[in-house]
């Protein structure tokens, strides 16, 4: 069974940076990619980013978020990561990974996700001054 447990969030300064965790078990990751996305109030939910656990290979839904954030794992904590600088107000949200068996892009695989991947709980993120 795929489980994944978000953490690392937390209310933080317009410009103020964070680091989220996803710490993942029960399948096999080189089969899967590892997706974050976000949830703010009364919005829909939204891709952030996506990453192709066997070879590394991301994706950014917008250049704001490319420049910003960056996705990454650790091989051997099965663990992936949200690098979040310079973060704005509405970058406020509840951030949720998810996980899928990987198809032939990153980006494919990222853009259905969030309707049919395997989800964490969530981990709130709140940038206030």
């Known amino acids: 069974q795929v489980q994944l447990v978000e953490s690392g969030g937390g209310l933080v300064q317009p410009g103020g940076s964070l680091r989220l965790s996803c710490a993942a078990s029960?399948?096999?990751?080189?089969?899967?990619?590892i997706g974050w996305f976000r949830q703010a109030p009364g919005k829909e939910r939204e891709v952030v980013s996506c990453i192709r656990w066997s070879d590394g290979t991301t994706y950014y839904y917008t250049n704001s978020m490319k420049g910003r954030f960056t996705i990454s794992r650790d091989n051997a904590k099965n663990t992936v990561y949200l690098q979040m600088n310079m973060l704005k107000p509405e970058d406020t949200a509840v951030y949720y990974c998810?996980?899928?068996?990987?198809?032939?892009?990153?980006?494919?695989?990222?853009?259905?996700?969030?309707?049919?991947?395997?989800w964490g709980q969530g981990t709130q993120v709140t940038v206030s001054s």
């Open positions: 998810a996980a899928r068996p990987k198809i032939l892009t990153v980006q494919a695989s990222c853009g259905v996700m969030k309707e049919r991947g395997s």
């Open positions: 029960g399948f096999t990751l080189d089969s899967y990619d």
